[in-house]
């Protein structure tokens, strides 16, 4: 542990005025007083210094009391694409498997915390006209969104329904994506995205849920509540990029086009000059 010293940005400054401790992030400038009683991770909305093992001890118990580690089933049988179009490998990287028991005709997927701790498996069915086409073991176990330490490109993350929309895309090239697995837009969950991707440093939020009333009231419902916390929000349509209903039915040209619409057009949006809003 130990002080950092350093040149002030709030004034003309020659000789180091400003404090940082380099575990809490408490900072100060002795000069002006600038960041008294706040710290340099706040200042840039980063909840916690991820460096300090006291804060990855006490988070890792956290989540360890909310949802305890569970253990894959035995007689499991890794789950071999390619399936709705998406390859093997995308299946491979995610872990998926199936069974002859409870995982039978179902494509279950291990949902694991940022640490690699197994928190829950989520199974969908391989055919879309049953009654539970999602299970999740174990039921009382939140899982805001999949997969829960996500990939971000660009400064931005894509929001999507389903699994397979997820890896539809993952599979043609856009890693950055999250599948929410249906169109719960509660307080809570918005408020675990927000908490996620603020210390990622997303700046762009994407939301391309379904194509139907369900999906559209979703995206607005999104777009409501994370344009508070974050500079850039925007719906994009499915049906744009030649799917009927969601992106799992994306073929590879058209998630080609959408790379470039988001990330290579001249007309892609710029980035208001507006800070993340940190999350507590």
């Known amino acids: 542990r130990f002080t950092i010293r350093c040149l002030s940005p709030e004034h003309e400054d020659r000789n180091p005025s400003m404090s940082i401790d380099s575990i809490t992030g408490a900072m100060h400038c002795f000069s002006c007083g600038f960041g008294k009683g706040s710290t340099i991770f706040k200042h840039f909305g980063i909840a916690n210094n991820m460096r300090d093992t006291r ?22 049988i890794p789950f071999e694409g390619p399936f709705r179009n998406i390859s093997n490998d995308a299946y491979k990287a995610h872990g998926a498997f199936t069974s002859f028991n409870e995982f039978k005709d179902r494509v279950a997927f291990p949902i694991r915390s940022p640490s690699g701790t197994l928190k829950a498996i989520i199974s969908r069915h391989q055919h879309s006209n049953v009654g539970d086409r999602y299970i999740q073991y174990p039921a009382n176990v939140f899982i805001p969104f999949y997969p829960l330490n996500p990939v971000v490109e660009h400064s931005s993350v ?22 929410i697995v249906g169109v719960d837009t509660s307080e809570s969950r918005m408020q675990q995205i927000a908490s996620t991707l603020a210390l990622k440093h997303v700046t762009r939020i994407i939301i391309g849920t379904d194509n139907d009333d369900a999906g559209r009231s979703a995206a607005n419902r999104l777009k409501d509540g994370l344009s508070k916390r974050f500079p850039l929000v925007e719906i994009i349509n499915p049906a744009d990029y030649g799917c009927d209903k969601d992106f799992g039915e994306a073929t590879s040209s058209a998630v080609a086009k959408l790379k470039r619409d988001l990330y290579e057009s001249s007309t ?4 208001p000059s507006k800070e993340t809003v940190p999350v507590e």
Do not use: M, R, T
């Not at 001890?57 to 580690?69: H, M, Q, T, Y």
């Not at 397979?164 to 999250?178: A, P, Q, R, S, T």
């Not at 892609?268 to 980035?271: A, D, I, M």
């Open 158 to 179: 894509i929001i999507v329904e389903g699994i397979f929309d997820y890896l539809n895309l993952y599979d043609k090239g856009v890693k950055n994506c999250i599948a």
């Open 55 to 76: 804060v990855l001890k006490v988070l890792k118990l956290i989540s360890n009391i909310k949802a305890p580690e569970i253990q894959l089933p035995s007689g499991l």
């Open 268 to 271: 892609s949006p710029e980035v």
